[in-house]
């Protein structure tokens, strides 16, 4: 073990995190991403000794900042860890110190700098009516930010329903005329959908990028296929009760207790791909199905319009 490994691990004691409960993690995050068990070393490794920072710029558009907030809660790596050790993070508006005029040439300048090479993260969904005037960020419309710089990028990816596919924003009627990036712009990108994400899917992504040299398999929706190839209804704890027909029709009730099935309730987890089941959030702890709410689809395109109205069935 080498110096820099020595160094982490001992940030994860001093966290209260053993090396044991660390590995444990990189073998879920392995399994996750679909790598052999084989890989556990070397994922490990991207943690405790990464030997490349590939440089991040990270936009913001129409949103909420919620995506943000989901990677901040984000463990093994912590977000210090993962914006000082493992990515070069050259502009994120939530977290960065700069602010005005210092902050719009720190994006300037590392676009500048890392043409071609950098990751773009996009969250939040682009405003596209009326030439976009329906978002600015320092005098320049969302869909002038973005054009200018997610073409740039080695690859960009879009972080929560919003960037993915629209979100809220391009719920009826949309008058701001919002779509994902990649509608927006008519480029590729990888979509990492979610309100908000799960972060280990991000996480995975990177890690993914960083092993393989690239990133990992889409599905028809560029979704990583290592989250998003199942639905939440396919790998759900509560199936069994669908099948012997037990179900919730109402919350507090006695069947909500013993775990029966939340189809009565409008759960969309038949229609809905995503690895929430086994993943979980807070660092697996829980999800929504397991505290007793049905799912709401917020992984699928238009879902504000196609899922609604929420805890009735469809």
């Known amino acids: 073990m080498d110096k820099q490994e020595k160094e982490f691990y001992g940030k994860l004691e001093a966290k209260g995190v053993s090396r044991r409960d660390f590995m444990k993690y990189c073998s879920a995050l392995t399994a996750t991403i679909g790598l052999s068990a084989s890989y556990v070393p070397k994922v490990a490794e991207v943690f405790a000794a990464p030997k490349q920072r590939p440089p ?23 977000i210090d860890e993962l914006v000082l050790d493992i990515l070069s993070i050259e502009y994120q508006e939530t977290i960065m110190a700069a602010a005005g005029e ?20 996009v969250e939040g969904a682009v405003a596209t009516a009326y030439d976009g005037a329906y978002g600015k960020v320092a005098g320049r419309t969302f869909l002038e930010i973005a054009k200018e710089n997610c073409p740039k990028a080695a690859a960009v990816i879009c972080l929560g329903t919003c960037s993915s596919f629209g979100g809220v924003q391009a719920a009826k009627p949309n008058p701001g005329g919002y779509k994902g990036v990649g509608d927006a712009l008519g480029i590729k990108t990888l979509n990492i959908p979610g309100c908000p994400p799960n972060p280990v899917n991000l996480i995975g992504t990177v890690v993914n990028y960083l092993l393989m040299g690239k990133l990992p398999a889409l599905d028809n929706l560029h979704r990583p296929m290592f989250a998003f190839a199942k639905t939440i209804h396919d790998q759900c ?7 012997q027909g037990e179900f919730v029709t109402t919350f507090g009730s006695d069947e909500a207790a013993r775990g029966y099935c939340l189809y009565k309730l409008g759960c969309r987890g038949p229609e809905t791909y995503n690895n929430c089941p086994t993943a979980k959030f807070h660092g697996g702890t829980s999800w929504p199905i397991q505290a007793g709410h049905p799912c709401l689809g917020c992984s699928e395109p238009d879902f504000w319009d196609k899922m609604t109205p929420f805890y009735e069935e469809k």
């Open 102 to 121: 210092q902050a719009e040439q720190n994006l300037h300048d590392a676009v500048k700098k890392y043409e071609g090479k950098f990751i773009c993260i």
């Open 56 to 78: 991040v710029v990270w936009l913001h558009f129409g949103e909420c900042t919620g995506c943000t907030e989901a990677v901040l809660r984000t463990m093994y790596p912590w």
């Open 237 to 243: 704890p509560r199936r069994s009760h669908f099948e």
